[in-house]
């Protein structure tokens, strides 16, 4: 059984959410605060966390981006508005997916469904095929297991959006890709096509695979095109 962690401090939510995914086939634990989310996170594991934006004492993005700099647990952020802005502070600090508030349950699960199969599966594509692992300028990327790896063998964490996204670029290498072309790559058609969220997403993946100005960049950007992965890709 699933379990999945509902970080929020309005109790009425909370319980609404223990039942609502209770009866679709998950188990559920609540947290109000950030200090209960962390002795939660400290007992046991879970595959997928929803985070409100507002809770009393450390906020969701705090929250957000300290698991996330140890973990690569999913996180759907919960925002009381649909503002763009509040969209893409959420992905700076990685979120995987966004909700706002007041949501229908049943949009919910189907975001929770999504992001749980993209962790499942480790998506074939025209290059990786049936290779769990590729090399890239020094890196090496896990497809099977989801990691990414510096030269000296350092884990680099990434969200579940920043992994699907790198995946994206490494399957289809020296190409030009759209933004709309990467948005079905990484997510399929899971929500509506957000361009911004894409280039917040870019730039987060840039800053984890570090500069070079000896070298090209890794990640180009095409003028009024989209996205181009500059170097060979390999099997590891």
Known sequence: MRRILVVDDDEEIGALLRRFLERNGFEVDVASSGVAMDERLARGSYDLMTLDLMLPGEDGLSLCRRVRAKSSLPIIMVTATSATSERIVGLEVGADDYLAKPFDPRELLARVRAILRRADAALPGPTTGTRVAVRFAGWQLDVARRELRAGDGTLVPLSGGEFDLLLAFVEHPQ????????????????????????????????????????????IRTIRNAGYMFAVPVESA
């Not at 929500?191 to 840039?206: G, W, Y």
């Open 175 to 218: 190409r030009v890709l759209t933004r709309e072309q990467l948005i079905d790559l990484a997510r399929g058609n899971r929500h509506e096509a957000f361009d911004r969220s894409t280039d917040v997403q870019v730039s987060r993946l840039r800053r984890k695979l570090g500069y070079d100005a000896t070298a090209p960049e890794l």
